[in-house]
């Protein structure tokens, strides 16, 4: 298995598994078609505002990870956000979400960043096992909200 960062040749694929990963998503905003998917993928990469992982495993992409770059006031740091990780279901228990995981960690480090943080669904026990056995912790100071865009709601 192989992991490396994403560029513009690897969007046409990555845009697959991206998509399929939206549709799993607890959100009520996943309603794009894959082809925004590609798009959205292929902005992020030019405008250097996100970093996608990517792992294969004998030339096939199983799975991606998602980072973009937050700031802490408090700290006066940078850290990277997971906003997305996911693996394709075949290939589920092979290590392939670790091995992105490992990757992603050695990123922060090289990028000189405080850390990382994410989210996950609650209901998704399995992802949480997995962070914690790999050293994330869960943050129990502070709930987190959200709001949507005025022009955005209906």
Known sequence: MEVKIATLSDTAQLSVLFHA???????????QPEAASKDWIEARIR????TFFIAEDAGEMIGFAT??????????QT?????????????????????LLAAVDAYALATH???????TACENVAAQRL???????????Y????????????
Do not use: M, P
Not at 67 to 76: C, G, H, I, K
Not at 113 to 119: C, D
């Open 21 to 31: 990963y939206r549709q799993l998503s607890v959100s009520l905003d996943n309603d």
């Open 47 to 50: 405008h250097q505002d996100a």
């Open 67 to 76: 980072l973009y770059q937050s700031f802490s006031s408090v700290s006066l």
């Open 79 to 99: 850290y990277w956000t997971l906003n997305a990780l996911y693996v394709v279901e075949k290939a589920r228990g092979l290590g392939a979400g670790s091995a």
């Open 113 to 119: 960043s405080k850390g990382i943080a994410l989210e």
């Open 131 to 141: 962070y914690e056995a790999l050293g994330y912790q869960e943050n129990t100071k």
């Open 143 to 154: 709930k987190q909200y959200f709001k949507k865009s005025l022009d955005k709601q209906s």
